[in-house]
T-cell receptor, first 114, second 115 residues
């Protein structure tokens, strides 16, 4: 099993450009999440999904959109990138139900916006 | 809202030294508590967890005890190795308050173990 994979691993954008980050999981998890990691701030939740076709806002959703058309995939879109979106982005997934369920993380995407 | 506070790093230690990373939390519900570890260039992976007061989580020589009276979940290891060099994150999940098993993370503590 590959677990949680993310594409691409690195990307450099110019201000105003758009891009989509892809997250895929092969564990049949219901829940999926997108986080951003910034120095000294830990991980902050951008958007999440509790099932195919559903999405919800997290702590820092502005400037991002997401879609969950298939259970195994969760896409994060930046329509008009800004330098403040320079960060490392992590996708995670977990099972439905138990309150102590572990979240499984992907390896991350390092995004730089110039 | 919920929050997690952990000691700032970096923490620099010699091999075989004792490691403690402090973590305190604020939550109005009944949180589960986690420690995640991030090795250089990798994503986060679960190190240990505890689901209720007085529970002790343990893994790879690390331990943490859920202390409700002090709202703390400090991470300890008796003898660190160079391979323990990583960033450690304390986190909580309070599913009773919100759907989706969302996690609230602390800022992370970088640990560097020197031979």
């Amino acid at each position: 099993n590959a677990g949680v994979t993310q594409t691409p691993k690195f990307r450099v954008l110019k201000t105003g450009q758009s891009m989509t980050l892809l997250c895929a999981q092969d564990m049949n998890h219901e829940y999926m999440y997108w986080y951003r990691q910034d120095p000294g701030m830990g991980l902050r939740l951008i958007h999440y999904s509790v099932g195919e076709g559903t999405t919800a806002k997290g702590e820092v959703p502005d400037g991002y959109n997401v879609s969950r058309l298939k259970k195994q995939n969760f896409l994060l879109g930046l329509e008009s990138a800004a330098p403040s979106q320079t960060s490392v982005y992590f996708c995670a997934s977990s099972y439905l139900g138990a309150r102590t369920d572990t979240q499984y993380f992907g390896p991350g995407t390092r995004l730089t916006v110039l | 809202g919920d929050s997690v506070t952990q000691m700032e790093g970096p923490v620099t230690l010699s091999e075989e030294a004792f490691l403690t990373i402090n973590c305190t939390y604020t939550a109005t519900g009944y949180p589960s508590l986690f420690w995640y570890v991030q090795y250089p260039g990798e994503g986060l992976q679960l190190l240990l967890k505890a689901t209720k007061a007085d529970d002790k989580g343990s893994n790879k020589g690390f331990e943490a005890t859920y202390r409700k009276e002090t709202t703390s979940f400090h991470l300890e290891k008796g003898s660190v190795q160079v391979s323990d060099s990583a960033v450690y994150f304390c986190a909580l999940s309070d599913r009773l308050k919100a759907a989706g098993n969302k996690l609230t993370f602390g800022g992370g503590t970088r640990v560097l173990v020197k031979p």
